[in-house]
């Protein structure tokens, strides 16, 4: 059976990502595992937001040093609001008992989310990435390509993902999307 000890959960601040960290949360509690709320940042959106009229800077990617003191000023306060976001996204979705029952630790990133999802895993050695399923249809993935296909085949442990309407039921059970679909359809008739 695999050991978990530390399991990364990504999040977007967005509602599909609700029931991955529900989700894990019930693994972390199950398994006396140590939880990692990861949000990363767009970094090509901060860059942009980051070029003040007054400079006449030009920034890259990566090469923060060249970034003038506005610029410095502006990430840090960017970066700061966005862990400031997680903290409340994570209160206002889930109960102060729930977030007590598991160790958890909030991360805040910058750069491509694919790539510090796999980085972060590696460099925090988790055992399981739980990610939340955005159920993008056929052409956009195939257009833009999955954020979690990506880190599926890069992570460097196992991936679950988790649909939306997944849920984890009052006793502690998970209960995949599709069980609930045959228990919605089997009470309809």
């Not at 990364?8 to 972390?28: C, F, G, M, W």
């Not at 980051?50 to 040093?65: C, G, I, T």
């Not at 970034?67 to 996204?89: P, V």
Request: with cysteine.
């Amino acid at each position: 059976m695999l050991e978990i000890k530390k399991i990364l959960v990504p999040t977007d601040l967005e509602e599909p990502s609700v029931a991955a960290i529900r989700y894990a949360i019930s693994i972390a509690r199950e398994h006396g595992a140590e939880l990692l709320v990861l949000h990363v940042v767009d970094e090509e959106r901060v860059i942009r937001n980051a070029m003040l009229p007054a400079e006449e800077e030009l920034l890259f990617p990566r090469q923060w040093s060249s970034m003038g003191e506005g610029s410095r000023r502006f990430l840090d306060i960017e970066l700061r609001d966005k862990r400031l976001d997680l903290y409340s996204f994570l209160y206002s979705h889930f109960d102060v008992e729930e977030l007590k029952s598991v160790s958890v630790a909030r991360l805040v990133r910058l750069g491509d989310a694919a790539e510090e999802i796999v980085s972060a895993a590696g460099e925090e050695g988790c055992d399981l990435i739980v990610l939340a399923s955005h159920g993008k249809g056929w052409l956009a993935r195939v257009i833009a390509g999955s954020m979690s296909e990506e880190v599926g085949r890069k992570a460097p442990c196992p991936v679950l993902t988790i649909q939306p309407s997944a849920v984890v039921q009052d006793n502690g059970h998970r209960v995949p999307a599709s069980s609930l679909a045959l228990k919605d359809a089997a009470a309809s008739h």
